[in-house]
């Protein structure tokens, strides 16, 4: 482990310190924290400890646990724990997401933007679908099949056209 994570391991866990104290001598500050802000939290450390590290890699855990964590935090607020039937297809999209952060830490965002895009395009897919069979409102499912129209437009112009010439 690099000095550079190592420093960033130190002040994450200060934070960390500081926030469950803060919580303990101020409660009436924290009425808002339900369990599902831990999920969401440790993604956000994670997140954090990428950025400072430098290594874009924990991107994509902080992604996951952030998204898992809205999801179940939807669900705790609303009762809607019958969702996870097709909400689940979104921890895809969340992965790419991570990917798409990961590129920006790593200044490789040129290569990590397909990657990411088309595992969002596969979890909207896997959402939509499923929503549309799980009981996903019908005004946010109808027309999902137009995503599926747009990526073969895209895919059937790419091969089409001619591919750009790296310059050397």
Known sequence: MNKRTRIAGGVILILLGLLFLGRSLFPEYFQFWEWP???????????????????????????????????????????????????????????????????????NFKDSITGGLIMLMISAIIFFAAGESFGLAPDITKYWPTLLIGIGIIALLRAILPAKKKKS
């Open 37 to 107: 802000f831990l999920i969401i939290g440790l993604g956000i450390v994670f997140l954090i400890w990428a950025v400072i590290s430098g290594n874009g890699g924990l991107a994509v855990p902080a992604a996951i646990l952030s998204g898992v964590g809205g999801i179940l935090y939807y669900q705790n607020a609303t009762g809607d724990w019958a969702s996870w039937a097709y909400i689940w297809a979104l921890i895809p999209g969340f992965v790419g997401v991570g990917i798409i952060i990961s590129g920006i830490i790593d200044h």
